[in-house]
């Protein structure tokens, strides 16, 4: 009896070796050649098209490699697949938070800043993130429902259940910038909001708490919401809301410009990606003026490139947040880079409880 | 057949299921238990911390009730159901069951899709209310408990009518002509007869819907509000949001602890039936 | 039921639980009704009801890469995990319900046991797995999550089949020397025809709706047809979706009427 078990457990774990190391090796060749393509994260819905169309056909077209789209940027993914040593995406897209919080974690290669045309970026990158592209965060409302006067137009508004009744939805489901949303509400002034007042800036969404019927997970969500009528206000994103007033956008919806909180969208090349030096090209063309600017034009998003800016079209203008309004606030990625576990606990208790 | 050759049949007949066993289903789960446990520093500091933190409280209490309530309606829909099925000849009772049956083999998301058509604040449903009523309706039913509650009963109903019809129509007949016969009232013969005997389909309807809603995702995801969260959504949450992979095993073993729970007794009491 | 008794009283408790028994139908289906006409819209936005009709969003549909892709991924896994679960699981039900074997009770805990994991957690676990054999993103390892999930209802059904049949048949046969395979292929399986059809229709409709594991498995190349349909309604504004519910609910309808039609009016003990 002994015998049989250990002859068996042996056939057993040859099996093991045998059945599983197959595949393995299989696709460890497959994965070794720096191969003429790449993997890059997008976000979907409107914004995905403008980059595919103003960034990546043209990229593909001048340098042969081709670019794999995977809709889903998702930093647990990304941990994942380090942690397993099979990283699959090259190039991340994501909020300057994000970023933060990846290189806290290790999961971005290293840069030669030397590379890129430092000067010419209006948003400094760090040796693992490289921003490449501004966005504005601001109340948006169907224009249809609500006539001027009648919506909120600052974040002291939105939290003002009394005076603009109705159901809203705030930022991306997590604290970042819906926190910073909350302080500004709340009365607290820009340059003052970091470090943030936790406590004050849950009392202030304890105020709209019960109004708030949903926490979208995508900016997509935020736009559908509103424009589905299942809330009357949002908080969304400039190019978004510019996407719904084009044709095949759906109901258009409006924005609200007085006041924003502004962040920068932003790439980080994945550590142990499979086509590194690929992802390198890709985000050295994503930073060129005229790239920056032909994005823009299609997104009407803002450039991080100075000497983009002039060659923006007249319609996507029009889409720019002020800079010199002192109601906007930039949101500061180091605090969340230090805080982002920290506070993402509370306010996942916050929600539900 | 002498022993030599009937282990080999039986590696014949069960390695493949042995195998997938073994390589596809036991890994995960291990992998998941040694996660929680800080590998093999063997540290339960994890599951105090788990059980002792305020978000999964709310969350464990959220997962019982809403699997509680949408399990007690179902089970009464159900039992509707599956009386009115029994009293049909066979020939319809086929065609009314393959009507229950197909929501049951149609996609959770195809149909979280259309119940946020027919709910939604604009939805069909409230279109309906406002032209009848000639009133803007807005009633809240997706995005919160109702909508919650709604998308778990559509699934549970026809998982629960298979076990209670299979017990009713297992009754004898005899048993209700003998009811009948000594004077009893249909209402007294529907408790004593009807209910008591299909009590064993009752349970093992009620007890698979209870384990099964337990570890619900798509529902409470994209039906439900910020309040409905249950326990897979938070595993679902610290895995992908916050990357605590050991929070989110030990999530999941508790989870899972509970599930086996309540699926043991039905997994034991449905052997002890069959012997 | 019988129909001996029947007074007035018994009339009104019949009328009153089938009304309740209709609004419950009502409720069960109104949810795939409502879709069918919107998939015939032409509106941008998802609308009800659609103002006109057509077939424009079948249409774009079939004409976009970025969702036949995802349908003919979704068929294939689902082909693939239908015929292997279907052989490992045959296999194994014959012999849980006719052997007592060393390890029987063990071996049926683990292969049933997906039935009360929630799909996070194996979802989870898998990934990390297969990542670790770099085997993750390809089809193979949603095939290997798939067999996982659908096995345990393979067995199950087929063992509800298996207790169907006559045993003395297999007796007979092996009395007349039949090895074990030979009488199970020439007597068992040809019994078991109607179960293994059943079985297999449940198995490719539970593997083309699988998301949960699809969603944490499916790389760039292997999006399956319900993770491009969570990702639109997550992710974009689209009508399309409305068709493609149409379409799974039509191959739903299919798998329902051919199961129906074979298993007649007896129902499953659940």
Redesign the interface.
């Known amino acids: 009896m002994k015998k049989s078990i250990s002859v068996s457990r042996r056939t057993v774990l040859w099996g093991l070796t045998g059945v ?1 190391a197959a ?2 090796v299989m ?2 060749t497959s ?1 070794m050649a720096d191969s003429g393509s790449l ?1 890059f994260t997008g ?3 409107s914004y ?1 098209d403008a980059v595919a169309k103003a960034v990546i056909t043209p990229f593909t077209e001048e340098t042969g490699i081709k670019v ?5 940027p998702d930093l647990a993914r990304v941990k ?2 380090q ?4 990283v ?1 995406w090259d190039v991340f897209d994501g909020a300057s938070s994000e970023g933060a919080t990846g290189s806290k974690d290790g999961l971005w290669e290293q840069l030669d800043l030397s590379s890129f045309d430092v000067a010419d970026l209006a948003v400094a990158p760090t040796n693992e993130v490289v921003p490449w592209g501004i966005y504005a965060g601001g109340v948006a409302w169907d224009p249809t429902k609500f006539d001027a006067g009648k919506h909120p137009s600052t974040f002291a508004d939105l939290f003002d259940v009394a005076k603009y009744p109705g159901r809203r939805t705030l930022f991306l489901n997590g604290p970042v910038m819906t926190l910073e949303a909350a302080l500004l509400a709340d009365g607290v002034s820009p340059k003052d909001v970091y470090p943030l007042d936790l406590d004050r800036a849950f009392k202030a969404l304890d105020r709209v708490k019960a109004s708030i019927p949903s926490w979208p ?2 900016s ?2 935020t ?2 919401l509103a ?2 009528g299942e809330v009357d206000f949002c908080c969304t994103f400039a190019s978004r809301v510019k996407a719904t007033n084009q044709p ?1 956008g ?2 258009p919806l409006a924005f609200s410009f007085e006041q924003n909180l502004l962040d920068s969208e932003i790439l980080t090349v994945i550590k142990g990606g499979p086509n590194k030096a690929n992802a390198i090209k890709f985000v050295a063309y994503c930073l060129r003026p005229e790239v920056q600017a032909r994005l823009n034009n299609q997104l009407g998003g803002v450039p991080v490139s100075k000497k983009a800016r002039p060659m923006l079209s007249e319609e996507v203008r029009k889409w720019q947040p002020d800079y010199e309004n002192p109601r906007n606030l930039f949101i500061d990625p180091s605090y969340w880079q230090a805080n982002n576990a920290a506070v993402s606990a509370r306010f996942k208790e916050w929600t539900v409880g | ?1 002498n022993m030599t ?2 282990i080999r ?2 590696a ?3 390695s ?7 390589f ?6 291990l ?2 238990v040694y996660t929680s446990v800080n590998g093999l520093a063997f540290s339960l500091d994890l599951y105090a911390d788990v059980v002792a933190s305020k978000l999964f409280r709310q969350t464990l209490i959220t997962t019982f009730v809403i699997s509680g309530i949408s399990c007690f309606v179902s089970l009464v ?1 159900g039992f ?2 599956a ?5 049909q000849p ?2 319809r ?11 049951l ?11 946020m ?2 709910l939604g604040r604009e ?2 449903i409230n ?1 309906i209310l406002s032209w009848a009523f000639d009133a803007h309706i807005q009633l809240p039913m997706i995005l919160n408990r109702i909508g919650t509650l709604i998308g778990m ?2 699934w549970q ?3 629960v009518v ?2 209670i ?2 017990s ?2 297992a009754i004898d ?1 005899a048993v ?2 003998a009811a ?1 016969i000594m004077g009893a ?3 007294r ?2 408790w004593t007869v009807t209910v008591r005997l299909s009590l064993p389909g009752v349970l ?2 009620l007890l ?1 819907i209870f ?1 099964m809603s ?2 619900s ?2 529902v409470p995801a ?1 039906l439900g509000g910020p309040k409905d969260l249950m ?2 959504n938070l ?2 949450y610290y ?1 992908r949001q916050v990357l605590d ?1 050991p929070r ?2 030990t999530i ?1 073993v508790i ?2 602890a509970i ?2 729970s309540f ?1 043991a007794p039905l997994a034991l009491w449905r052997r002890s039936r069959r012997i | ?2 129909d ?2 029947d ?1 007035p ?2 009339r009104r ?2 009328a009153v ?2 009304a ?2 209709v609004s ?2 009502v ?6 009704v ?2 069918i006409p ?1 998939a015939f819209g032409t509106a ?3 609308t ?1 009801p659609p103002t006109e009709f057509s077939l424009d969003l079948f249409r774009t549909f079939f004409n976009s890469p970025g969702w036949v892709n995802p349908l003919l991924n979704s068929i294939k896994i689902a082909l693939a995990t239908t015929s292997l679960s279907l ?3 045959t ?2 039900a ?2 849980l319900v006719r ?1 007592e ?1 060393l390890g029987r009770a063990l ?1 049926t805990g ?2 049933m ?10 979802g ?6 297969f ?8 089809t ?1 390892s949603i095939v ?2 798939h ?2 999930v659908v ?1 345990p209802f393979v ?1 199950v059904m087929i063992m509800a089949g298996m207790n169907k049949l006559d045993r003395n048949l297999e007796f007979g046969a092996e009395l007349m020397g039949a090895g ?2 030979r009488m ?1 292929v020439t007597v068992v399986l040809p019994q078991l025809v109607p179960s293994l059809v059943s079985a297999a229709l449940f198995a490719f ?1 539970s593997s083309f ?1 699988e ?2 594991l699809s969603w944490f498995l499916s ?3 292997t999006i399956t047809l ?1 993770v491009r ?3 639109a ?5 689209s009508p399309v ?2 068709a493609v ?1 149409t379409l ?2 039509a191959l ?2 299919v ?3 051919a ?2 039609s074979l ?3 007896t ?4």
């Not at chain 1, 794999?68 to 889903?72: I, L, S």
């Not at chain 2, 009386?83 to 009293?87: E, F, G, Q, T």
């Not at chain 2, 009772?93 to 929501?103: E, S």
């Open positions: 599983l595949p393995a696709r460890a994965a993997t976000y979907g819905g995905q794999n789209v995977v809709p889903a994942a697949q942690l397993a040593g099979n699959e997970a995508t997509t969500q736009i559908s424009q589905k095949g759906g109901a | 057949m050759s009937s049949a039986t014949i007949f069960m493949p299921a042995a195998l997938i066993a073994i596809i289903v036991m890994p995960p789960l992998y998941v829909l509707v159901v009386l009115h099925l029994a009293s066979a020939r009772r086929a065609i009314l069951l393959g009507l229950v049956l197909l929501p083999w149609t996609s959770i998301l195809v149909k979280c899709f259309a119940f058509v027919l939805g069909v279109s009963i559509n109903v026809p998982l298979l076990p019809l299979a009713l129509l007949e209700y002509r009948s009232k249909p209402a013969i529907f093992a309807g698979s384990v337990l570890g995702f798509m994209l326990l897979s595993v679902d895995s992979w989110a095993s999941s989870l899972f599930s086996v699926a | 039921m019988t001996i008794i007074d009283l018994q408790y019949r639980g089938t309740l028994a419950v139908y409720f069960l289906l109104s949810p795939l409502i879709t919107m941008n936005t998802l009800f052989f490992a699981g296999l194994a014959y012999w052997r074997f071996i683990v292969i046991s997906p039935l009360i994991v929630p799909s996070v957690i194996s989870l676990g898998l990934y990390l797995y990542s670790y054999f770099r085997i993750n993103s390809s193979l290997l999550g067999i996982m096995l067995v074990t395979i199970f409709l709706d998301f949960i790389g760039p190349d319900p349909m969570y990702n309604l997550n992710w974009e504004v979706i409305a519910s799974m609910m739903s309808l798998v329902c009427v199961a129906i298993r007649k009016a129902p499953a003990d659940g």
